[in-house]
């Protein structure tokens, strides 16, 4: 299938999905720190225990410049409900020096001034920024029409055919990057995810209840 057919049928997957689950809101996320920090709280693990995480880091730490001024490992006992805490607590901290050397204050709002191609080239040189932490922060914090992928999206995209089964999630990224219908990336991603944690769940896909069987490769070739 070519590009164009791609995109159509992408199209077509978030008309139906929007007419199934709803168009999401947007909502206010906070400062854009906040969010970057919030969604490296997210990687790897849960809603529920990346939102207790960041609930205790504030709790015990108000403001950024009192987790730019901790130890590490009171940060890492601080969010230790999300796991992967060592290497959180020393991301969180090594943005935050960052921040306080190149621009001289704990605030990342200029950043949604920027492109989003010269955010990702900034961001990343950071260890511990990955796209898709730029990219989530870019879409919700910034409004950034930027197509963010999960586990679940990279799960169902793969099923739907949008990418090869072994494709990566920085892959996934490169492709469905360029396939999302414009102005619709913040209701694709959200309604992606909620299709896949609902219905196109990694064992067991209820197929029977699926709104998009007809656009499923994996289904008509029984690879799922």
């Given at each position: 299938m070519n590009v164009k057919a791609q995109r159509r049928k992408l199209k077509e997957i978030n008309d139906i999905l929007e007419d199934e689950l709803g168009v999401p809101e947007r909502r206010g996320d906070g400062d854009v720190l906040s969010s970057l920090i919030g969604t490296i709280l997210s990687q790897n693990t849960n809603d529920a225990n990346s939102g207790r995480a960041y609930a205790s880091l504030r709790e015990r730490f108000p403001e950024w410049k009192d987790v730019f001024a901790a130890d590490e490992r009171d940060i890492a006992d601080a969010i230790r409900m999300g796991g992967l805490a060592n290497q959180k607590s020393a991301t969180i901290k090594r943005v935050l020096a960052w921040l306080?050397?190149?621009?001289?204050?704990?605030?990342?709002?200029?950043?949604?001034?920027?492109?989003?191609?010269?955010?990702?080239?900034?961001?990343?040189?950071?260890?511990?920024?990955?796209?898709?932490?730029?990219?989530?922060?870019?879409?919700?914090?910034?409004?950034?029409?930027?197509?963010?992928?999960?586990?679940?999206?990279?799960?169902?995209?793969?099923?739907?055919?949008?990418?090869?089964?072994?494709?990566?999630?920085?892959?996934?990224?490169?492709?469905?990057?360029?396939?999302?219908?414009?102005?619709?990336?913040?209701?694709?991603?959200?309604?992606?995810?909620?299709?896949?944690?609902m219905v196109c769940h990694a064992r067991k896909p209820a197929c029977e209840e699926c709104p998009l069987i007809e656009h499923c490769v994996a289904y008509q070739q029984q690879s799922y």
């Open positions: 306080k050397e190149t621009r001289g204050k704990l605030d990342l709002d200029f950043i949604c001034a920027m492109s989003s191609q010269e955010v990702i080239e900034m961001l990343s040189q950071i260890k511990g920024v990955g796209l898709k932490t730029i990219l989530v922060t870019l879409c919700f914090a910034c409004g950034k029409d930027v197509f963010p992928v999960d586990t679940h999206i990279l799960r169902v995209s793969k099923r739907l055919g949008f990418v090869p089964p072994n494709a990566s999630a920085d892959k996934t990224h490169a492709i469905l990057g360029k396939l999302f219908p414009r102005g619709k990336a913040f209701s694709l991603h959200i309604n992606l995810i909620r299709f896949g944690r």
